[in-house]
């Protein structure tokens, strides 16, 4: 692979970067949480007496922002090699970026980074606004789980005859036996890196979803004893931006995944050996998925934009059994009330097209009476609008727009669009409107902005 060396070479010092910024970011993480959870069981007789969102809301800042900084490094990582590849070298990354807890987490970092990509379209507004919500979700669902971790162990100590006192006394013991102290925080990295590398991959993709000038990707693996035998084999595979592979195989792959892709220009691919590109080609994903081995690592499979733009049925479940709903959804409203706008106006003058509304009146008949009504009103003079999260298919959560027509004095006409994707109603619904009462709850209604 000697014609891929320079990139190797700078994949290194990009995750070098990464990896020092992860440090210096999950040692903040660390000593935040781990000291607000000390001082949370002094404070309080019983475990249940405890303000989890008060004790867990400084985490919860750190650890979004955390996401966020490594969202935009990937961003200029792309940015980088793509000017580069242009002949026209810019060094975007190379000055260190210093991170600093205050009241906005890691703003200077975050600004110094949007400083060096493409922030002005509508698509990177999209990407940003889910992503956003993907950080504040993953961040809350781990607060709890972090918390309950400690609970668990707190209350086993008592039930085995230790007094509250003892059990204080040894809480950072029982904070490094969890893996939640600054001495041992295991548990915490895992989920913390697991995390950061996802949304350091999705904001490589964010910059080369639409730039023309990529039209390759290449695979880069860390080859080291840690390294996977599916990322070996995978190491140096070419195939072009647009090839389904990558819906399957874009890093992360699994669990302490430490892949990335790079970025390679017509000009780039057709520079590289014969034998390479054919190597490369003959590379099979339901081959990888077949054997034995590589089968049972490949343990993410979603699409970068899926990933980026949905949260996974087992994060969203646990939100739900957290009572998070609202408090995620009121965030996500809070900080992209102009890509919601944006959204909203674009329905309007899209309109419903007749395929969409043919297609919902043979799928709810009860619709047909209402035709007329449903094309003239339905998008563009709802009832309301409402902001909320709709199950996908294939268990995933989507963070939808739901356009409410009244139909009569009991039911509705609902239109289903993605929040932060292209213009597209993905069905309509013939719905009771008490049905639609009881939802209401982890909705917001997009006329006023409070939640209902």
Not at 4 to 31: G, M, P, Y
Not at 145 to 169: F, H, I, M, P, Q
Not at 253 to 277: E, F
Request: charged content about 25%.
């Amino acid at each position: 692979m000697s014609a891929l060396t320079h990139l190797d070479q700078k994949e290194t010092d990009n995750l070098i970067k990464l990896q020092r910024l992860e440090n210096e970011a999950l040692s903040f993480t660390v000593k935040s949480l781990s000291r607000e959870l000390e001082a949370a069981f002094k404070a309080h007789s019983t475990p249940d007496d405890i303000d989890i969102t008060q004790v867990t809301h400084p985490y919860t800042n750190i650890y979004a922002a955390s996401m966020m900084v490594s969202w935009l490094l990937g961003q200029a990582h792309v940015q980088n090699a793509i000017t580069e590849a242009e002949d026209k070298p810019v060094e975007l990354t190379y000055a260190p970026i210093y991170l600093a807890v205050d009241d906005v987490p890691f703003q200077e970092a975050m600004d110094a980074l949007k400083a060096m990509v493409p922030t002005d379209t509508k698509e990177y507004r999209q990407m940003e606004a889910a992503m956003k919500l993907r950080a504040f979700t993953v961040a809350n669902v781990s607060s709890i789980d972090a918390v309950n971790r400690v609970k668990k162990r707190y209350e086993d100590a008592l039930g085995s005859g230790a007094s509250r006192s003892e059990t204080l006394g040894n809480i950072r013991q029982l904070l490094e036996q969890e893996g939640l102290s600054e001495a041992n925080p295991y548990w915490l990295e895992l989920h913390y890196r697991n995390n950061m590398m996802t949304a350091y991959n999705s904001g490589r993709w964010t910059q080369i979803a639409n730039n023309d000038l990529v039209e390759f990707l290449v695979y880069s693996s860390v080859l080291d004893s840690g390294t996977t035998e599916l990322c070996r084999k995978l190491d140096g595979v070419i195939k072009p931006k647009d090839d389904p592979f990558w819906e399957r195989f874009y890093p992360p792959n699994h669990h302490k995944c430490r892949a990335t892709v790079s970025v390679l220009s017509r000009k780039q691919y057709d520079a590289l050996p014969a034998s390479m590109r054919r190597a490369s080609e003959q590379v099979s994903g339901k081959a990888l998925d077949k054997d034995a081995i590589t089968g049972k690592e490949h343990q993410f499979t979603s699409s970068p934009l899926v990933s980026m733009k949905t949260l996974p049925a087992s994060m969203m479940q646990r939100a739900q059994e957290y009572s998070l709903t609202q408090s995620i959804l009121n965030y996500s409203y809070a900080q992209s009330q102009r890509v919601l706008k944006e959204q909203t106006k674009a329905v309007t003058k899209q309109g419903l097209s007749a395929a969409t509304l043919s297609k919902a009146l043979t799928q709810s008949p009860e619709l047909e009476p209402f035709r007329e009504m449903i094309q003239e009103k339905l998008l563009s003079q709802p009832d309301a609008i409402w902001y909320g999260l709709d199950q996908m298919a294939d268990g995933a959560w989507l963070p939808v727009l739901t356009y409410q027509l009244v139909l009569d004095d009991q039911h509705s006409a609902l239109a289903l669009v993605a929040a932060f994707d292209e213009v597209m109603v993905n069905n309509i619904h013939f719905s009771r409107q008490s049905e639609w009462d009881k939802r209401l709850a982890d909705h917001i209604n997009m006329s006023d902005g409070r939640q209902k």
